[in-house]
């Protein structure tokens, strides 16, 4: 199983980006996925999730600016972030738990990380 999160850039303040996570390989099922990201000399920080049935939640930082969505079909989380602000810089890592049998357990997956940078 992998993550690919993608779709990280350079924006201007004021801007906007999607970010997906993708999942492939041998694939039950899904269940939780959170973004987090990592600015530079800080630690990792949880910016949101959404569990499988699609209930949602956000890190007060980002309420009301980012939205997660999934298409369950796709295997595919995103995070539309609007209204982009400087200290949202940072690199982005998605989350997940996957099933990757019906008799197995749920093991946590990490994507390689996709790197937002937010000009002012």
């Known amino acids: 199983v992998q993550l690919q999160a993608s779709g990280g850039g350079l924006v201007q303040a004021g801007g906007s980006l999607r970010l997906s996570c993708a999942a492939s390989g041998s694939i039950f099922s899904i269940n939780a996925v959170d973004w987090y990201r990592q600015a530079p000399g800080k630690q990792r920080e949880w910016v949101a999730g959404?569990?499988?049935?699609?209930?949602?939640n956000y890190a007060d930082s980002v309420k009301g600016r980012f939205t997660i969505s999934r298409d369950n079909a796709k295997n595919t989380v995103y995070l539309q972030m609007e209204s982009l602000k400087p200290e949202d810089t940072a690199i982005y890592y998605c989350n997940a738990d996957i099933r990757r049998h019906w008799y197995s357990v749920y093991d946590d997956y990490w994507g390689q990380g996709t790197q937002v940078t937010v000009s002012s």
């Open positions: 959404i569990t499988s049935g699609g209930s949602t």
